[in-house]
Every structure is written in structure tokens, then in C-alpha cells.
């Protein structure tokens, strides 16, 4: 398999409110072979996971009105066979060692900080989709 496809059979949902920063994740993602979702708030990314399962999602923290720290909160509340249990990877501009620790207790399986390299966001999904995540804590 060609390098620009090793993600193919993945489909991601990316929420972020920033339209260059959606567009970004989106354009590698999908150079990668993986299908993607994009939603531009929480609340869109929420009502998404209720009717389409993505394999991980691709969540930035820093959004108006409803964060990402809300998104995984609420996802983590819900049955697993409603998505509870998708796998969640927090994007942020803020490398802090707290709120990282914060973050994955929360729920998330990893936190990556922007700018997000393709060869870390590449590796960072295969983890979570192909070698399966570790449980993310229950709510």
C-alpha cells in the first residue's frame, strides 16, 4: 500500500471551528485515504456521532460557545453501541503539560499540539484505529 493511502478505510470526523484549520486536517486526512467528516462546532460534532460512527475523531479544544473539553464529556456519557467509546484526539495551541493530563482523565486518547505534523496525525490515527485505543476513562 502507497504511503498516501495507509489511512484508507478510516473515516475521521474533524471538529473544528477554525475554517483554515478544518480545511488543513481535512486536505491530509483525505491525501492519506481516509474518508472525512467535518463538523464546525461541538454541537454539530455531537448530533454527527449520533447518526454517523467515525473510527476517531479529531477534536480541537478552543472553540466559541461549546469547547472540545464539552464534546468529550458528553460523548463519554453516552453508551458505547451511541459512540461513547469513539476514540477522540485533542488539538490544541496550548502545550501544558496539566491541561494535557486533564484532558486524556476526561477522555480523550491522546493531545496533540498544533501545529500538528502529517507523520504525527498519520501515526496518531492508525494507533487509535488500527491497534485500537486503550479505554478511555467512563464518566
Known sequence: MSDNRRLSGIHVLVVDDNPDAR???????????????????????????????????????????RDGAWLIERLRHTKPERGGDIPAIAVTAYDDEYRKADMLALGFHDYLVKPVGTEQLCQTIERLTILGPPAAPRR
Open 23 to 65: 480545511e488543513i486536517f481535512q486536505s491530509v486526512i483525505t491525501y492519506m485515504g481516509a474518508l472525512v467528516t467535518v463538523a464546525v462546532s461541538a454541537e454539530i460534532a455531537l448530533k454527527i456521532t449520533r447518526h454517523v460512527r467515525p473510527d476517531v475523531m479529531v477534536v480541537d479544544l478552543a472553540m466559541p460557545r
